[in-house]
């Protein structure tokens, strides 16, 4: 239902006062001095600076140069999105469902037939479209989970997000990067895969790098944060390359129970590649907020995303049919720290005379608080593809129209749950449909195992020239309208 259009003029009054209340006050007080204190001529102030000693005058210079000098040493280094890159996969790796069906029935011996028809009702009430993409081992039977097919993978998606941001990058060159932080959750082989790219692209012998494990789908947020604590601290100039991925070769799931068949299902390939400064030359985005909320400490989400074997001894991943309630309350938790440092001032008020109205009429009446408008804090928002009903909670919680959340579903529906690179293909999305432009502002939301929620901010400082990228040959079909279903399996 649309708002009244008196209403948004009356909200859109309210927070142009609201968010403008100091700037307003500053300029009726300097009115009333001048007012009070005119007029001064520019002979008066002469005189005064005359009277003066010339000893005390170049005093007061030299500290006000020392205090600014204080202030800029101490504030932290702004830090910058130079460019990104995501894996575009090639038609052969499609697996439309009804290769999936055939190549179920095809395996009797790894598989039941309830296991299959459960699969298929899942993949078809899921979000995903028919041009998701998986690893060659998946497209053989049985599919091979060996060591060998998961590093063939690793080395065709990292690479080719990695060759695409360097070759979007102008003026970035392998030896100019003095961190890598790479993150794959599950399949950690060594040489770990930071050293992988070290190999490959020939880096410096004092690069720096790190390897992330075993924290899911937010571990691309996570190295975004870690790369910002980092480059806060660093000379200028200094460049991090951030990969995400998710390796899935090895993690097929061979068992019958549904809950650790739901990988399978969802799960599909890809890569991105980030490339980051404290250095604004050839800058396309500002990073802003980093919150990160980890609620390990309650049982039930620790265990909401866990490995294990089943009882026949199969490895894999047990995703808890809680998942999209335990990421609305991470998510919660999340916002409570993220909304104060982005939201403006006329949507913070309203939060705060909500509670001090449930406080006041506490036993008396149910108040219901006042859910913030973020869409007055961000132009964009990327949710984490992780299924439909993530996005749904999601939606739901924040109260986004449908148009806010197109670039989560159509990733969704075009890649699948991509994992800790999910974020950038929506990003890519923005920008491939030309809705980006210089001074937007960009939310994006992970969630990961732990179970951990992260809020990351950004501002476009340039967006793209084109819409090369990992939807250059479908983005014309884009968007397309989903069935609707009430709620996922």
């Not at 205090?67 to 040493?73: D, M, N, Q, Y």
């Not at 990104?84 to 039941?112: N, Q, S, V, W």
């Not at 392998?174 to 880096?203: G, H, Q, W």
Request: aromatic residues 8%; charged residues 20%.
């Amino acid at each position: 239902m649309n708002t009244p259009l008196h209403v948004r003029l009356l909200k859109a009054l309210y927070g142009l006062v609201v968010n403008n209340f100091l700037a307003i006050v500053a300029l009726a007080f300097a009115f009333s001095v001048l007012q009070r204190g005119w007029p001064i001529s520019v002979n008066d102030l002469t005189a005064w600076l005359h009277a003066q000693r010339r000893v005390h005058l170049l005093t007061a210079a030299i500290l006000l140069l020392a205090v600014a000098k204080l202030r800029r040493t101490r504030r932290p280094k702004d830090v910058y999105l130079i460019e990104y890159g995501c894996f575009r996969p090639k038609p052969c790796y499609r697996a439309p469902f009804a290769t999936c069906r055939e190549h179920a029935h095809l395996m009797p011996y790894l598989i039941d037939e309830e296991s299959i028809s459960f699969a298929i009702r899942l993949l078809e009430r899921s979000g995903l479209g028919e041009e998701t993409c998986v690893p060659e081992a998946y497209h053989y039977m049985p599919p091979d989970r060996s060591l060998a097919a998961s590093r063939e993978e690793t080395e065709l998606v990292i690479f080719s997000a990695v060759d695409d941001v360097f070759a979007r990058a102008s003026g970035v060159r392998p030896e100019d990067i003095d961190v890598v932080i790479l993150n794959c959750s599950i399949f950690t082989p060594t040489p770990v895969f930071a050293d992988m790219v070290v190999n490959r692209y020939k880096l410096r012998a004092d690069v720096q790098n790190v390897n992330l494990s075993g924290m899911g789908c937010s571990a691309g947020l996570v190295s975004v944060g870690l790369a910002k604590n980092l480059l806060q601290v660093s000379p200028p100039g200094t460049h991090v390359l951030v990969v995400s991925t998710e390796i899935l070769s090895s993690q097929y799931y061979v068992g019958t129970e549904r809950a650790m068949l739901l990988p399978n299902c969802l799960f599909r390939m890809g890569a991105a590649a980030m490339i980051l400064s404290n250095s604004p030359e050839r800058a396309r985005f500002k990073l802003g907020r980093v919150v990160r909320t980890v609620t390990a400490a309650r049982d039930a989400d620790y265990r909401c995303v866990f490995q294990e074997e089943d009882e026949k001894g199969n490895t894999g991943i047990r995703l808890s049919k809680d998942l999209a309630t335990t990421a609305g309350h991470a998510l919660k938790s999340n916002i409570a720290a993220f909304g104060p440092l982005v939201l403006p001032a006329s949507e913070q008020l309203l939060v705060a005379l909500s509670l001090l109205k449930r406080k006041l009429l506490s036993g008396r009446a149910k108040v219901r608080l006042y859910r913030p408008d973020f869409r007055t804090a961000f132009e964009h928002v990327c949710i984490h593809a992780g299924g439909r009903g993530v996005i749904d909670e999601v939606q739901h919680g924040l109260g986004l129209s449908d148009e806010d959340v197109e670039a989560s579903r159509m990733t969704l529906h075009r890649f699948g749950n991509t994992s800790s690179s999910s974020v950038m293909y929506e990003l890519a999305y923005i920008e491939a449909k030309g809705m980006m432009k210089k001074g937007d502002r960009i939310w994006m939301i992970s969630f990961g195992a732990g179970f951990d929620c992260n809020s990351v901010a950004w501002e476009c400082v340039k967006p793209a020239l084109d819409a090369d990228g990992p939807w250059a040959d479908c983005i014309h079909r884009y968007p397309v309208e989903l069935p609707e279903i009430a709620k996922d399996i």
